[in-house]
């Protein structure tokens, strides 16, 4: 059944993927982002087909401006890269906290009837299990590392839409990505980085990698993750809690080692110390998720080719 539907975050990297499949399943699509870290040309085939609202999650005003019909929401509006966590904790926490307070009024003044919540696997932390499920114990194992603010924007963000949306939603669904990754992403995350700076190296210079070289990662590509979201969005139950990544695992020396076999550069790693925080091994249960249909179709191989041609 078609519907209208406010994507917030609707120009960044996820987001304008989930706005392009909406489109796709014939939805009115209204996205509202403020830009700072998405890119309208992302949107640019697509232009015509959506609404588009220019405009902080934090501003009240602006989002109780917004006139239209609404049955669903999708709120990504987040502040994401690794940089921004140690360099701007308040703002990651004043964008998930009040940010989140605002879109869930304003869907209570609408009586809006759906709720999709963009987590991250950053609510996992340091997990006990691996492969890691959504019953993982959430937790922020120190206050004082700046590094947590966005886990723990995530986690107060899941609590506070959990429990008001049990008041006044219909469904409220939450999905936690875990690394994905694409064509225009940006550059503040590991793979777009190393392929960026793998270019400009020459053969047999050093190259640096934070760590050791052993933190496992699982990394999904985009079009994935738009296929565990498409079930997600289709089939997901109410008040559940879906991981959408792969089961693939790799080092992070191995990727890096991946990479520059595949740009043809020849390398020696020079090693650095870990952010404080950084997880060794983050890698999810996907077996929620492959209940509702659900299947990987791209190796992390195959997934960076399309980026790098």
Do not use: W
């Not at 990297?13 to 699509?29: D, T």
């Not at 403020?34 to 697509?46: F, V």
């Amino acid at each position: 059944m078609k519907q209208n539907i406010l994507v917030t975050g609707g120009s960044g990297f996820i987001g304008s993927a989930i706005v392009k499949y909406l489109v796709n399943l014939n939805h009115n699509v209204i996205v509202y982002d403020n830009n700072s870290r998405g890119k309208l040309r992302r949107l640019k085939k697509i232009q015509k087909k959506i609404k588009f609202i220019k405009g902080d999650i934090r501003d009240k005003k602006k989002i109780f401006s917004i006139n239209n019909k609404i049955d669903t929401v999708i709120h990504l509006a987040y502040v994401n890269g690794t940089k921004f966590f140690y360099n701007k904790p308040f703002e990651v926490l004043d964008i998930a906290v009040n940010g989140l307070l605002n879109i869930l009024d304003f869907s209570k003044k609408k009586k809006i009837k759906n709720f999709f919540l963009a987590s991250s696997s950053e609510v996992y932390q340091n997990p006990i299990k691996i492969p890691t499920d959504e019953k993982e114990m959430l937790k922020i194992p120190n206050i004082h590392n700046p590094r947590y603010s966005y886990g723990g924007g995530k986690i107060i963000s899941e609590l506070y839409g959990l429990y008001f949306a049990k008041k006044y939603f219909k469904k409220f669904v939450i999905f936690r990505p875990h690394n994905v990754y694409g064509k225009d992403m940006g550059n503040d995350h590991v793979i777009p980085e190393f392929i960026n700076r793998f270019k400009k190296l020459k053969n047999n210079n050093k190259f640096l990698i934070y760590g050791t070289g052993k933190e496992i990662r699982s990394f999904i590509y985009i079009d994935d993750f738009i296929s565990g979201f498409d079930k997600v969005f289709k089939k997901g139950k109410n008040f559940e809690i879906y991981n959408i990544g792969t089961s693939q695992k790799i080092s992070i020396g191995d990727l890096a080692v991946l990479i520059s076999k595949l740009l043809g550069k020849k390398i020696k790693f020079n090693k650095r110390k870990i952010f404080k925080g950084s997880p060794t091994v983050r890698c999810p249960s996907i077996e929620k998720i492959k209940k509702l249909g659900f299947k990987e179709s791209y190796s992390l191989k195959d997934g960076i080719k399309k980026i790098i041609i």
